[in-house]
């Protein structure tokens, strides 16, 4: 498996058990990469994932107080936000890295950079803890267990088969197979100069 890869599915699987030490949306993490670093920033990334599919559980509560719902969507919004920006420094990342490989006449470009495939594996990472915690439920009937079990082997499956397809695409990139292009997220609703709503209030 490619290094880098490797990296990914330990950082992301032990910052999701880290995260469950607390198991609460308003902890303080103890991030153990020095700033600055690619593993930090895959730390970062993890637990910004792992704070929000909580908080994405939280606000599917039938009863929960509409201002408490209102200002759960506002840090949900900022967390997109954050998560897309940690995102686009993983490409820097690796922008930087491949910036003296020479691309082949007849390289191609991928559908997605890099980093937004790295992205894909560390919610797989959370998909994984959750679905396995379904399957240890002892509340639970048994085809439950069963249903949960089975939708396990086929994240763990998809895990593989998205680790494998990155280091290739890695590979191919360090190598002059592939290019990248890094396009920043144009998220037009958090611009108060293009959301419609918020500029005609100017």
């Not at 599917?60 to 506002?74: M, S």
């Amino acid at each position: 498996m490619n290094i880098f890869v490797s990296k990914c599915i330990e950082i992301f699987a032990n910052t999701t058990l880290h995260y469950h030490k607390f198991d609460n949306i308003d902890a303080t993490p103890e991030n153990p990469f020095q700033p600055g670093t690619i593993d930090d920033v895959l730390f970062r990334k993890n637990w910004i994932d792992a704070v929000q599919w909580h908080m994405e559980d939280i606000i599917r509560d039938p009863n929960i107080d509409p201002v408490e719902a209102l200002a759960l969507k506002r840090r949900i919004d900022k967390s997109n936000q954050d998560r897309t920006d940690l995102v686009e420094d993983i490409d820097t990342y690796f922008r930087d890295l491949y910036k003296d490989v020479v691309p082949a006449a007849d390289a191609t470009i991928n559908t997605e950079s890099p980093a937004w495939a790295v992205d894909r594996l560390s919610i797989l990472a959370l998909k994984i803890y959750h679905m396995e915690q379904e399957v240890k439920r002892t509340d639970a009937s048994e085809a439950h267990v069963a249903k949960c079990g089975a939708k396990l082997a086929v994240l763990l499956e998809q895990q593989k088969d998205l680790s494998t397809a990155i280091g290739q695409l890695l590979d191919d990139i360090a190598t002059g197979k592939k290019y990248m292009k890094v396009y920043r997220q144009m998220k037009m609703y958090n611009d108060a100069d293009t959301n419609p709503v918020l500029y005609a209030k100017k």
